[in-house]
């Protein structure tokens, strides 16, 4: 509720259906690794875990490595720069 104050009120549709399939898919992951437990054993679901969170990881890394992202180089040195000649 206090992130939903924070949306635009004609909005608040969209992102209310949106943490539903949010939290139906949460229990559902739940429901199938408990079946993947039962039947094929911890190790396989770690296993299937660890890959689906490092592929999921994957676009965030090239997201925050991306260029659009970075200050501007020229921007940090020439505050490098400034730093230095205020120093005594």
């Known amino acids: 509720s206090v992130l939903m104050d924070n949306v635009p009120s ?4 969209k992102w209310s259906a949106l943490e539903s399939v949010n ?8 429901a199938v690794g ?6 094929l054993g911890v190790s396989f679901n770690f296993c299937t875990a660890a890959t689906l969170q490092l592929i999921a990881t994957l676009p965030l890394v090239y997201l925050c490595t991306s260029s659009r992202f970075r200050e501007p180089e020229a921007e940090t ?8 000649e205020e120093s005594p």
């Not at 408990?34 to 039947?39: A, E, H, K, L, P």
């Not at 040195?77 to 230095?84: I, K, M």
């Open 10 to 13: 004609n909005e608040r549709g």
């Open 23 to 30: 939290q139906f898919s949460w229990s559902g992951s739940a």
């Open 34 to 39: 408990g079946f993947m437990v039962q039947y």
């Open 77 to 84: 040195d020439q505050v490098a720069d400034e730093e230095d």
